[in-house]
């Protein structure tokens, strides 16, 4: 069966006095568009009923609508979900809504328990019947569960958390409580901020800052914090043994304007190009990025080099992610029909293309082609990552092992395949210091191949379950 990858966004927001919040979903969740576009939805509590608005496509297609300014109701939740090859999508949408002993609960949730498929097998051993494929119906349903005999959150969570192996950022609304939790080794973000005379929980801060709310900070691992009626209580559901904050986030997922454990992604992506600079410095007219994800990376590179920056490269706004269609015939030619140098730029110049990261290889390999057709008299590739050579079990959709370019390559063999004249990536030490926090506290799980939990193979190697 697919399983959906879980590299989405997330929302809860609660007000102390009476007032529309759904608006306020709505603006967080396009907000966050770029961590899903599959699907999205919102729930929200009226004081008597929870309603759940939600549909496949893009939050101002499902959400738009006018009627959501006339929804009753102060506090509620959102999701965004991220992009998966078939399988039985609509039934996936989140949130999950289940109604239980003490009252509906909804579930939002931004990440992948890597043992999910084990404790599904275990329970429908003992008559559960599972609707979806989702961990998130798995979680959601845990927690009933456990509220039956524990019926406050932190504590069923605390038991619940000792059978999740893996990651979830989670909002759960119940009833007029909002709880933000984050998994204990921290793998996706989560944060907390002032919103009016209420909080909210936002995966990214940049949610927080559209909303015109004040960040506070990250909700830490390990830890849930309860929203109600615009109050704010904490608690500690599990010990955290470390952390394994997920690199990518900062390469590549996260908005350039969000801040994460401290660091703006912004400035860590400019510095990853700046330490770029230093480890491969190449002779050149112009540096340019990959856009959009490329750009920061980019500039940082140029700034430190002493080259020329300038935009080499446009993107077509319209055309949704490459990386994501299911055929790589697909991948390919979208990806040109996404992407096109500007001739004036690029032409008769020896030029520094710099891109966050290569998975497949796809992006490099079409771009740099058009480069040269444009003209361009040498292409020098910098990538502000690490090579990636192993599956990310947490969320991120990079399926079996030999689709990675890197993966036991040289970087003379990887620059011929793309077509380059040469090509640099970034160092683990270099991601480290541009991150501002030492390796151990991250998970650069697909890069080392090293992961902060034990994981099934059978996760890794195919990415399905059951
Ligand atoms: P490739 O084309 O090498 O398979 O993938 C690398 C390109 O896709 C880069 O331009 C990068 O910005 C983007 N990318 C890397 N990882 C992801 C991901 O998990 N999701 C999406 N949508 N794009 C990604
Ligand atoms: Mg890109």
């Given at each position: 069966m697919d399983r959906p990858q879980d590299k989405c966004g997330v929302v809860g927001i609660s007000f102390?006095?009476?007032?529309?919040v759904a608006p306020f979903l709505y603006n967080a969740l396009r907000a966050l568009q770029h961590r899903g576009q599959e699907s999205c939805g919102i729930t929200v509590y009226d004081g008597k009923e929870l309603t759940l608005h939600s549909g496949m496509g893009y939050v101002h297609e499902v959400?738009?609508?006018?009627?959501?300014?006339?929804?009753?109701?102060?506090c509620g939740i959102g999701h965004t979900r991220y992009s998966t090859t078939g399988g039985s999508r609509a039934r996936n949408v989140q949130p999950f809504v289940g109604s239980t002993d003490v009252g509906d609960l909804a579930l939002g949730h931004n990440g992948d328990i890597v043992n999910a498929c084990e404790i599904m097998q275990d329970r429908q051993a003992r008559g559960w019947a599972f609707l979806t494929s989702s961990d998130t119906e798995l979680i959601l349903r845990l927690l009933a569960n456990e509220l039956v005999d524990n019926p406050e959150v932190p504590k069923a969570m605390a038991i619940v958390a000792k059978r999740l192996r893996g990651a979830y950022s989670l909002c759960l609304q119940v009833g007029e409580s909002i709880y933000g939790i984050r998994d204990p080794l921290g793998i996706r973000p989560l944060h907390l901020g002032h919103i009016e005379d209420g909080y909210m929980f936002a995966s990214e801060s940049v949610a927080i800052d559209t909303l015109g709310g004040d960040p506070i900070r990250d909700v830490e691992p390990g830890e849930v914090v309860e929203l109600r009626k615009g109050r704010l209580t904490s608690h500690r559901f599990a010990k955290s043994k470390g952390t394994a904050h997920c690199m990518f986030e900062w390469v590549?997922?996260?908005?350039?304007d969000s801040i994460i454990e401290g660091s703006e992604v912004y400035k860590v992506r400019q510095k990853i190009g700046r330490i770029l600079a230093r480890e491969h410095p190449i002779e050149a007219d112009v540096a340019f990025g990959v856009p959009d994800s490329g750009r920061a990376h980019a500039l940082g590179y140029a700034t430190e080099a002493g080259i020329e920056y300038d935009e080499g490269m446009m993107k077509n706004r319209y055309v949704g992610r490459t990386f994501i269609l299911p055929s790589q015939r697909t991948r390919e030619s979208d990806t040109l029909a996404k992407l096109n140098p500007i001739k004036s730029v690029v032409s008769g110049k020896k030029v520094v293309m710099v891109d966050d990261s290569i998975v497949r290889g796809t992006t490099m390999r079409r771009s740099v082609k058009m480069l040269r057709r444009a003209g361009a008299e040498e292409v020098h590739v910098r990538i502000?990552?690490?090579?990636?050579?192993a599956p990310c079990p947490f969320g991120i959709d990079m399926k079996t092992?030999?689709?990675?370019?890197?993966?036991?390559?040289?970087d003379e063999e990887i620059s011929k395949i793309i077509g380059a004249d040469s090509v640099g990536y970034l160092s683990l030490p270099g991601l480290e210091e541009a991150i501002g926090l030492p390796l151990e506290r991250l998970c650069c799980g697909c890069l080392t191949e090293e992961y902060a939990l034990d994981i099934p193979e059978g996760h890794l190697s195919d990415n399905t379950i059951c």
């Amino acid at each position: 069966m697919d399983r959906p990858q879980d590299k989405c966004g997330v929302v809860g927001i609660s007000f102390g006095r009476k007032r529309s919040v759904a608006p306020f979903l709505y603006n967080a969740l396009r907000a966050l568009q770029h961590r899903g576009q599959e699907s999205c939805g919102i729930t929200v509590y009226d004081g008597k009923e929870l309603t759940l608005h939600s549909g496949m496509g893009y939050v101002h297609e499902v959400l738009g609508k006018k009627e959501l300014k006339d929804i009753e109701g102060s506090c509620g939740i959102g999701h965004t979900r991220y992009s998966t090859t078939g399988g039985s999508r609509a039934r996936n949408v989140q949130p999950f809504v289940g109604s239980t002993d003490v009252g509906d609960l909804a579930l939002g949730h931004n990440g992948d328990i890597v043992n999910a498929c084990e404790i599904m097998q275990d329970r429908q051993a003992r008559g559960w019947a599972f609707l979806t494929s989702s961990d998130t119906e798995l979680i959601l349903r845990l927690l009933a569960n456990e509220l039956v005999d524990n019926p406050e959150v932190p504590k069923a969570m605390a038991i619940v958390a000792k059978r999740l192996r893996g990651a979830y950022s989670l909002c759960l609304q119940v009833g007029e409580s909002i709880y933000g939790i984050r998994d204990p080794l921290g793998i996706r973000p989560l944060h907390l901020g002032h919103i009016e005379d209420g909080y909210m929980f936002a995966s990214e801060s940049v949610a927080i800052d559209t909303l015109g709310g004040d960040p506070i900070r990250d909700v830490e691992p390990g830890e849930v914090v309860e929203l109600r009626k615009g109050r704010l209580t904490s608690h500690r559901f599990a010990k955290s043994k470390g952390t394994a904050h997920c690199m990518f986030e900062w390469v590549y997922f996260a908005r350039p304007d969000s801040i994460i454990e401290g660091s703006e992604v912004y400035k860590v992506r400019q510095k990853i190009g700046r330490i770029l600079a230093r480890e491969h410095p190449i002779e050149a007219d112009v540096a340019f990025g990959v856009p959009d994800s490329g750009r920061a990376h980019a500039l940082g590179y140029a700034t430190e080099a002493g080259i020329e920056y300038d935009e080499g490269m446009m993107k077509n706004r319209y055309v949704g992610r490459t990386f994501i269609l299911p055929s790589q015939r697909t991948r390919e030619s979208d990806t040109l029909a996404k992407l096109n140098p500007i001739k004036s730029v690029v032409s008769g110049k020896k030029v520094v293309m710099v891109d966050d990261s290569i998975v497949r290889g796809t992006t490099m390999r079409r771009s740099v082609k058009m480069l040269r057709r444009a003209g361009a008299e040498e292409v020098h590739v910098r990538i502000g990552v690490p090579h990636i050579i192993a599956p990310c079990p947490f969320g991120i959709d990079m399926k079996t092992r030999d689709q990675f370019l890197a993966r036991g390559r040289t970087d003379e063999e990887i620059s011929k395949i793309i077509g380059a004249d040469s090509v640099g990536y970034l160092s683990l030490p270099g991601l480290e210091e541009a991150i501002g926090l030492p390796l151990e506290r991250l998970c650069c799980g697909c890069l080392t191949e090293e992961y902060a939990l034990d994981i099934p193979e059978g996760h890794l190697s195919d990415n399905t379950i059951c």
